[in-house]
């Protein structure tokens, strides 16, 4: 069994800096993509960003482009998601995920199918 633990969420203000860690326990994490999705109050749970199985492969949505680095070390099992620039509207629970494969094509939730307890970010104005 696959466990995903998130940590690094908190309360920045606009315009700071934090980053994101998931630690992996359990499958060969050097095998399979990872990705980063986050929930805002009141809405869907979305795509933020993705790296494939061996980092050869990155990809963030718009929203998040030029501010947010998604990055991993197979040797340690953990993938990070460094966040600057942060906003107000970035303000979520943010999610780490393991992909079914080595890498993804539809940035969809339905690709993943390990997820961690998530960690809460909070962006003041």
């Known amino acids: 069994q696959v466990q995903l633990v998130e940590s690094g969420g908190g309360l920045v203000q606009a315009g700071g800096s934090l980053r994101l860690s998931c630690a992996a326990s359990g499958r060969a994490f050097s095998s399979y993509a990872m990705g980063w999705f986050r929930q805002a109050p009141g809405k869907e749970r979305e795509f933020v960003s993705d790296?494939?199985?061996?980092?050869?492969?990155?990809y963030y949505v718009d929203f998040v482009k030029g501010r947010f680095t998604i990055s991993r070390d197979n040797a340690k099992l953990t993938v990070f998601l460094q966040m600057n620039s942060l906003k107000p509207e970035d303000t979520a629970v943010y999610y780490c995920?393991?992909?079914?494969?080595?890498?993804?094509?539809?940035?969809?939730?339905?690709?993943?199918?390990?997820w961690g307890q998530g960690t809460q970010v909070t962006v003041s104005s």
């Open positions: 995920a393991q992909a079914r494969g080595p890498y993804t094509s539809q940035k969809t939730e339905h690709e993943y199918d390990y």
């Open positions: 790296i494939s199985y061996s980092g050869d492969s990155i």
